[in-house]
């Protein structure tokens, strides 16, 4: 049987690096939020009533067709550790992670989706592709919250559609989110004005793990912010006008970049290479600043002979959890830093020279 250990064997669905424009989009996903009729809403209900809902929830999944593929992981089992890592794989919500009682989450074994139980809303299903992929993702996730609303009767007005614990989420209850790589966009200051037109779009700005979380190595999560009266439908097309716009936005500013100082973003390019192969202690923080620039250096063809995946593989993997359960002891701040730097020169040995 599989359990959370056995996720550490790859990166997940959301960093296969597929997908369109995956040199700039990381990934699409699509979170669902739904709460079933009969029972009060999350941050009122009692413990009783809240294992009421996980079993419930449970049997129905559990004699679903696509039980077989899913991973099913009560939080109150897990470890403080664990609960970040999955986080770190955005598997499940920080709120999850960090609430007490009767919570749990489903994931599927290739990580396309994962069902999270008593978050703020009884269900948020979420699914997730590589790549600019919002109608695959829709058609996935849809097919679940099918199944899930024939099984489970959700809370539904008429006129407002679904029920949900925080008003911005009632209609639809959904949440399209396109994880976006933007550092030439940063270079050459054009950021904060792309930011002002995707909030006249009703477009909210996110860092990289969601609500309340900052920018780091110039990832953003861009989603919408508005669901009552909009359809699922118009959400979905919304995304499919404003993203490639962005996308255009930064390929010419990477373009920009090599046509006006292409030994300057060389040099930055190299420097960052230079600190991830060489520094003996090294923040989660620099080193996804420093993989940004590597990864946008593979892409405009000025780093050889190191792959995406493998940029992948340490953008994760040098995230705080995941570092420890590399290791395999829980380290603080400082020890971390010191083994971080140690498993990327482990990791970028064996690479090539810069282009």
């Given at each position: 049987?599989?359990?959370?250990?056995?996720?550490?064997?790859?990166?997940?669905?959301?960093?296969?690096?597929?997908?369109?424009?995956?040199?700039?989009?990381?990934?699409?996903?699509?979170?669902?939020?739904?709460?079933?009729?009969?029972?009060?809403?999350?941050?009122?209900?009692?413990?009783?009533?809240?294992?009421?809902?996980?079993?419930?929830?449970?049997?129905?999944?559990?004699?679903?067709?696509?039980?077989?593929?899913?991973?099913?992981?009560?939080?109150?089992?897990?470890?403080?550790?664990?609960?970040?890592?999955?986080?770190?794989?955005?598997?499940?919500?920080?709120?999850?992670?960090?609430?007490?009682?009767?919570?749990?989450?489903?994931?599927?074994?290739?990580?396309?989706?994962?069902?999270?139980?008593?978050?703020?809303?009884?269900?948020?299903?979420?699914?997730?592709?590589?790549?600019?992929?919002?109608?695959?993702?829709?058609?996935?996730?849809?097919?679940?919250?099918?199944?899930?609303?024939?099984?489970?009767?959700?809370?539904?007005?008429?006129?407002?559609?679904?029920?949900?614990?925080?008003?911005?989420?009632?209609?639809?209850?959904?949440?399209?989110?396109?994880?976006?790589?933007?550092?030439?966009?940063?270079?050459?200051?054009?950021?904060?004005?792309?930011?002002?037109?995707?909030?006249?779009?009703?477009?909210?700005?996110?860092?990289?793990?969601?609500?309340?979380s900052q920018a780091l190595g110039d990832f953003y999560q861009v989603s919408n912010q508005v669901t009552l009266g909009r359809s699922e439908g118009e959400l979905i097309r919304k995304?499919?006008?404003?993203?490639?716009?962005?996308?255009?936005?930064?390929?010419?500013?990477?373009?920009?970049?090599?046509?006006?100082?292409?030994?300057?973003?060389?040099?930055?390019?190299?420097?960052?290479?230079?600190?991830?192969?060489?520094?003996?202690?090294?923040?989660?923080?620099?080193?996804?600043?420093?993989?940004?620039?590597?990864?946008?250096?593979?892409?405009?063809?000025?780093?050889?002979?190191?792959?995406?995946?493998?940029?992948?593989?340490?953008?994760?993997?040098?995230?705080?959890?995941?570092?420890?359960?590399?290791?395999?002891?829980?380290?603080?701040?400082?020890?971390?830093?010191?083994?971080?730097?140690?498993?990327?020169?482990?990791?970028?040995?064996?690479?090539?020279?810069?282009?």
């Amino acid at each position: 049987m599989l359990t959370v250990d056995d996720l550490m064997q790859g990166c997940g669905e959301w960093l296969q690096g597929k997908g369109r424009d995956n040199d700039i989009v990381i990934s699409t996903r699509i979170r669902l939020a739904r709460n079933l009729a009969d029972f009060p809403f999350t941050s009122i209900a009692s413990e009783a009533e809240q294992r009421q809902i996980l079993d419930r929830v449970r049997d129905v999944i559990a004699a679903s067709p696509f039980s077989e593929q899913l991973l099913y992981v009560p939080m109150e089992e897990l470890s403080e550790l664990d609960r970040q890592f999955l986080v770190e794989r955005h598997l499940i919500s920080r709120e999850l992670a960090e609430g007490q009682g009767p919570k749990a989450v489903f994931i599927d074994h290739a990580e396309r989706f994962s069902i999270m139980v008593n978050e703020e809303d009884h269900l948020r299903i979420q699914a997730m592709q590589s790549g600019f992929e919002p109608e695959p993702t829709w058609a996935l996730i849809n097919e679940l919250d099918d199944y899930l609303g024939q099984k489970l009767v959700f809370a539904y007005h008429q006129e407002w559609g679904f029920l949900t614990a925080c008003p911005t989420n009632v209609g639809t209850g959904m949440r399209v989110s396109v994880m976006l790589h933007l550092p030439a966009s940063v270079i050459v200051k054009q950021i904060e004005q792309i930011f002002r037109s995707l909030e006249k779009l009703e477009l909210v700005v996110r860092g990289l793990y969601g609500e309340g979380s900052q920018a780091l190595g110039d990832f953003y999560q861009v989603s919408n912010q508005v669901t009552l009266g909009r359809s699922e439908g118009e959400l979905i097309r919304k995304m499919l006008d404003v993203i490639p716009a962005i996308v255009g936005a930064e390929r010419k500013a990477r373009q920009f970049l090599l046509d006006e100082g292409s030994q300057r973003v060389h040099d930055r390019i190299s420097r960052a290479y230079g600190v991830l192969k060489t520094a003996q202690i090294i923040s989660s923080q620099e080193t996804l600043e420093c993989l940004s620039l590597v990864r946008m250096g593979v892409h405009l063809g000025l780093v050889k002979d190191i792959s995406i995946p493998l940029l992948n593989e340490l953008f994760l993997y040098t995230q705080p959890a995941h570092l420890q359960k590399v290791v395999g002891v829980e380290m603080d701040s400082a020890d971390r830093n010191v083994e971080r730097a140690r498993f990327l020169k482990k990791k970028l040995g064996t690479a090539g020279p810069m282009g």
